[in-house]
């Protein structure tokens, strides 16, 4: 009989206690899930909204249809920050994982101070773009930097002026983007080469394949999903890129070195031009998404192989 | 009084069902063991008889009170895991008072409590140890610790040794039943080794597909398989199945090298003829297939294909209508590969099943 | 000749290798470069910066540019140095480091250990947040910002940086502590602990390596920012990125101080850099797990 139990005072039941337990984990969600909502979903929505209208110095609700993007197309300047993307892209995306494969390769050789290497190739990340662009504009800096130094040496007739050179600038913006990212990228690869077994290898060894052509055809292949990641991380990078070329160019010379991210900055914040400011916004998205689609679709086939099994 | 009731209770996971109309009934002191394989809903059952998971439909009492609405905490159960499940950052006296803490226990008394678990379980030189300078089997000492601690009206065990060597696991084996003839206390024990359901075990569920196939003493399930399914899962070597004809009160039995009508006791023939269907399986332990004393007139000749010495007893394998069939003999009398055999079958103890639903028949 | 190494390998021969470490240790020196020359520039007078060249030690040391840099450079037309801007960036990444781990090691414990209908989608819409360029948010930030009288101010970009950084934290500690067993929160439960005394006794106390990944990543992450900074504040109330920035970019008043400008830098990058270096293995986790999904 229950009441006759001794035991019957240690299984009290405390219905506060169970609702507690029941409604504490959805609450404390809710924060998390409703900043979400708002400054995420909420924002974005705002932001194409935005790009709808003809807001300029204030934000208004007036429906202007795409005529922001109409706009936005005939300018020179936008499509000056896309060419420029595109080229910074590429490159920035295409030397950082030249490096970083072939320095993972190295350093993946039984190399003595692995750790300490590693810390060095990695420690550019840690600084903020705008250094790196300070540091970089003075490297670049004609008369005193680099330039003057090889000049100095006696190959007077040397020259690196790319920072002042309309035609050439968007690439210092690469050499420091490059400078910034490879580290990681080697880093990327390098967890990526010791995920390999190692007694694949061996046995491609003994079937007689040299050491490089074990890399051609065995270990760069299996190292595709670090590539994609790789590159999908370095695309949004560069789409998202704006410290680093307001400090080093601050856009110059003249528009030459403009990018999406400081057309956005520029038009919305410094011009007045909200709506324009949205709508460019509105296209990195769109870009960025393209990006990612890839790897979204690999991943949900993934998940539909996963759960085959 | 029962300490633990389970009424008509079923589990599914949205269009699975997991647990089907579940019945059992536990009396105080009972060691209760819900063996099977892995899948069969065992572990899920015992989850809901904590409290961690949902009950679908029916009841679960404990102490003659309905919990189903009642978190872990309200129910006077403790419960001792598969992998341990031991707080890695605290040390082994902070572990097994734990509970207690949670419980407004207050400090001396918990001191005492420590003092009285680690002394009944030889654990007193590792109580300030952490959870990772401990081996295994210390390791599932500490967690059996932490549920003796809370000194429970019922304690539940899911597989808590198949993490252990095998040494260990018949040593830990020994260790509980002898805790559990001390404490007295019930206990629920979840594994999927019929061994150990059968060394432990006041009663032995035995549990398939979501069912409870079989309910009773290891000597009733053993003796007495509801199933062709409890028949072939408690026993090692298995239960030989030997598919067969029946008719005139006996079964025709042919190894490569002879035939046999195989006479069976009147009560087992009666029930054969009732049931009507000619073809049936017989089931035959391999300790009730033996090699023949003298007496060869009720014996089937056999070609003996392989020879299996495990020391105490040495198994002989033959092929009887078609079917591997394994025999049980002491080694003094096990003949050599390739010589035949007669071999005498146990009717009395022999267990009949129809062909098509595998239920039990006499 | 090539020889099998412990690893039974077969590797290049000496000279290969030698070859390996030359490339290695050159690679070392092309990214330590930028920060040698931004060492000794700084601790140079502007006469020697003009008439020697770019990786000559100064000589002698000159530790006049750090005071300029840290007490009264201009920074557009304030001219009172860094360190005004240094302990802005102080008053508001600290808050905003603890507030978004905070929340992500909350979120990431009911996110694997107390799922209930609907929490994977309350996870789905706060990863989607991660792949979305910060440029969506700037404009109606702003506003809101105003609205609720936080613009132009240290508590906005706590703000801010909290809202936008909860995603990362979130997707750490998930990640962590899917690998910690369930059973372990069972037996808690089994021994009466609640939501949050389970929280506090059981899983804060192991999970100080994913907190200190969501520390050290939010850390940099929020010092670092520029976008933020420049966009939500103003005059005296950025952050030191911004305010290094406009030292470097703005100074209107004739010779440019490329040694005020390097010891700027380095104070700028002295916080994060002293983190990778004491924490460096920490801030390589959250790299590549912030890479997978970032």
Known sequence: ?309 | MAVLKIDNVSKTFGETRVLEDINIAMAEGEFLILVGPSGCGKSTLLNMIAGLETISSGTITLDDTPVNDRSPRERDIAMVFQFYALYPNMNVRKNIEFGLKMRGVDKGERAKTVERVAKMLQIENLLDRKPAQLSGGQRQRVAIGRALARDPALFLFDEPLSNLDAKLRVEMRTEIKQLHQRLKTAMVYVTHDQIEAMTLGDRIAVMNEGRVQQLGTPHEIYDNPANRYVAGFIGSPAMNFIECEFANGSVRLSSPEASLDLALPEATADKLAKHGQSKVVMGVRPEHLAPADGDEANALACPIEIVEPTGPDTYLLTHINDIEVTARCTPSVAPDVGTTMPLTFDTERAVFFDCQSDERIA | MAGPTEDGIQRGGPIARLLIYGVLVLAALYFLMPLYVMLITSFKTLPQISHGNLFSLPAPFSTGAWSSAWSNACTGSDCTGLHRYFWNSVAFTVPAVAFSTLFGAINGYVLTKWRFRGSELVFGLLLGGTFVPFQMFLLPMARVLGLIGLDNSLAGLTLVHTVYGIAFTTLFCRNYYVTIPDELVKAARIDGAGFIATFRHVILPISTPILMVCVIWQFTQIWNDFLFGVVFTSGSEHPITVALNNLVNTSSTGVKRYNVDMAGAIITALPTLVVYIVAGRYFMRGLTAGAVKG
């Open chain 1, 1 to 309: 009989m229950a009441e006759s139990s001794p035991r019957a005072g240690k299984i009290a039941a405390t219905p506060w206690r169970r609702r507690l337990d029941r409604w504490l984990p959805k609450v404390s969600l809710v924060p998390s899930g409703l900043a979400s909502l708002i400054f995420v979903y909420g924002f974005i929505a705002w932001t194409i909204w935005l790009s709808l209208t003809n807001s300029t110095l204030l934000p208004t609700n007036n429906f202007a249809g795409l005529r922001q993007y109409k706009v936005l197309f005939q300018l020179d300047i936008w499509w000056v920050s896309v060419a420029n993307l595109a080229i910074f892209g590429i490159l920035y995306v295409a030397i950082c994982l030249a490096i970083g494969l072939f320095l993972a390769i190295m350093l993946d050789q039984k190399i003595r101070a692995e750790g300490w290497l590693r810390t060095i190739y990695l420690y550019p990340l840690a600084l903020s773009l705008v250094v790196t662009g300070v540091v970089w504009k003075w490297l670049l800096n004609p008369s005193l930097g680099l330039q003057h130094f090889v000049q100095s040496l006696g190959w007077t007739g040397f020259s690196f002026d790319w920072l002042i050179n309309p035609h050439m600038a968007i690439y210092t913006v690469v050499i420091a983007a490059v400078w910034q990212a490879s580290g990681f990228v080697t880093a990327l690869f390098l967890a990526g080469l010791r995920g390999i077994d190692s007694s694949i290898i061996k046995a491609a060894q003994i079937d007689g394949a040299s050491l490089p052509r074990v890399y051609l055809s065995i270990i760069i292949p299996s190292l595709r999903p670090v590539f994609f990641s790789a590159i999908i991380l370095l695309v949004s990078l560069a789409i998202k890129s704006f410290d680093l070329v307001i400090a080093l160019t601050n856009g110059g010379p003249g528009y030459s070195t403009w990018l999406p991210a400081i057309f956005m900055y520029d038009f919305g914040f410094n011009r007045g031009q909200i709506g324009l400011g949205a709508a460019a916004a509105t296209l990195m998205m769109a870009a960025v998404a393209l990006a990612m689609l890839p790897m979204l679709i690999a991943e949900l086939k993934e998940r539909r192989d996963g759960r085959s099994h």
